[in-house]
């Protein structure tokens, strides 16, 4: 069914990939570069299958809960893109999404709380169901300065879910509604996550390899 076209031809990849014995072309530099991004992993903390089983069960849970309302996904560049997508893709309840880009003025592998705006929201969240996506909540200063500002705004009701948090490392409590997974106190990249703007495009989240580790933490 989901693999038949318009005119009930059954869909084929354009090349021959996916066909036994063709590889498509480039493979081999593929999995050169592949290699090379692996380099910053160490332990994969969470594989792919049991990230998307978890954001499968998220999106029933924000499904029930959200019938008949007016829900609007707030997303939190750069970083909650990637869980936003996934995780919009499993709510069966009408949705719009939005996003805002903040950045903090701490170091690199820090939060210092100090906040700044560098994209606003393109819709009114006035009177609408807000829920805010984030990708990782360490500190909780980010999203604490985020809430404080998107509460001043009025929407109906404002509520966070947060991929992952890291409960040891709170400075300051935030309300989150809905959490994916709790994990210990070490710097984690992939799945939306960076270290110095890479590693986002790894399909796991795993701990930042030790040698890449800065020694300011
Ligand atoms: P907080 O203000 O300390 O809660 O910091 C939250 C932000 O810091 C997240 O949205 C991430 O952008 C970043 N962050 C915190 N911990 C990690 C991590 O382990 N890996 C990558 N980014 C992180
Ligand atoms: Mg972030």
């Known amino acids: 069914?989901?693999?038949?076209?318009?005119?009930?031809?059954?869909?084929?990849?354009?090349?021959?990939?996916?066909e036994a014995g063709l590889r498509p072309a480039g493979a081999e530099a593929g999995e050169g570069r592949e290699a090379e991004l692996e380099k910053g992993v160490g332990e994969i903390l969470i594989d792919e299958e049991t990230l998307q089983a978890r954001i499968v069960e998220l999106g029933a849970e924000i499904s029930a809960d959200y019938g008949g309302r007016d829900l609007l996904l707030v997303g939190v560049l750069?970083?909650?893109?990637?869980?936003?997508?996934?995780?919009?893709?499993?709510?069966?309840?009408?949705?719009?999404?939005d996003f805002m880009a903040i950045s903090s003025y701490g170091?690199?592998?820090?939060s210092s709380g100090v906040v700044r705006i560098l994209?606003?929201?393109?819709?009114?969240?006035?009177?609408?169901?807000v829920l805010v996506v984030e990708d990782i909540?360490?500190?909780g200063l980010t999203l604490s300065y985020l809430?404080?500002?998107l509460v001043a705004r009025k929407p109906a009701t404002l509520e966070v879910v947060a991929l992952l948090t890291k409960p040891e490392r709170r400075e300051i409590e935030v309300p989150v509604r809905y959490v994916g997974f709790e994990i210990p106190n070490r710097f984690v990249i992939g799945y939306g996550l960076d270290f110095?703007?890479?590693?986002r495009n790894l399909p796991y989240v795993a701990v930042l390899h030790a040698d890449l580790v800065p020694n300011a933490t």
């Open 1 to 18: 069914m989901g693999n038949t076209g318009p005119e009930g031809a059954v869909a084929r990849p354009a090349s021959g990939v996916g």
């Open 78 to 97: 750069k970083g909650a893109v990637f869980f936003m997508a996934d995780l919009m893709r499993e709510l069966t309840v009408p949705c719009e999404i």
């Open 107 to 110: 170091a690199a592998t820090d």
């Open 119 to 129: 994209k606003d929201l393109d819709i009114n969240v006035a009177g609408r169901d």
């Open 137 to 139: 909540i360490d500190s």
């Open 147 to 149: 809430m404080r500002n």
């Open 196 to 199: 110095a703007e890479r590693y």
